[in-house]
């Protein structure tokens, strides 16, 4: 059996070889600094793949956090709109779509990265409640005094969706809220909310939370992830050579153990 240094040495070369292949077949050469955008639901594998891309090409990656819709001052449409530089757009599908129907993303760069489900976590050490059926997530809400949920794609579906569904909006009104911007497990792990719903990938990296499990399927929403190449990029072959190897089969493993599911291998256009 190999141990788990063994494992991860293997997973790295595999990453590597992976990266180079990529490089070969997209012709990338001199190096250049990669302005990326990217939000909540893939950086957890992101920042794992991106310092062997990094010392595959001499790239320098240099990474803007912030939600793929809303109105806070790092959501990624507002970074945009001041006029901040960027070469990849990593973020919600039908969100980069719009982006791309306005003329900030270039017109057929989109390539679909992953798929990623909704869970909810509470406090570390907390009672976990059962939600293995649609009756009982709506008795764990009922029962629950404080909810939170994201600003983002999963909370947009939970609160305009997933409550009218279980027929509890009007009760959720009073003890449920949006988190803008902050992580929502951050607010669980705080105290501050019972229970918290997002993407299984941004709950996983938060230390003080334990996750209880992702929705069951009748309630699911699968949120999938995507990159482009912006309109305004500098860079745009070293962009797309970075997205070819986040689509790659050498990011699947990473991409998996972040509580995502790989889409097909691809590359940008």
Known sequence: MKSTSDKFRGLVLNLSLGLMGVLWLTGASDAAEVRVMISGGLTAAYQALVPEFEKATGNKVLTAFGPSM????????????????ADVLIMVGYALNDLASKGKVVAGSQVDLTR??????????????????????????????????????SGVYVSTEMFDKLGIADVMKDKARKIPATPVGEIVAHGEAELGFQQISELKPVKGIDIVGPLPSELQ???IFSAGIATVSKEPDAGRALIKFLASPAARDTIIASGMEPIAAGGAN
């Open 70 to 85: 809303g109105t806070t001052t790092n959501a990624i449409p507002v970074r945009l709109e001041r006029g901040e530089p």
């Open 221 to 223: 929403k699968i949120t």
């Open 116 to 153: 990623s489900p909704i869970g909810i976590a509470v406090k570390s050490g907390a009672p976990k409640p059962d939600i293995s059926s649609v009756e009982a997530v709506k008795r764990a809400l009922l029962a629950a005094k404080t909810i939170a949920y994201s600003d983002s794609a």
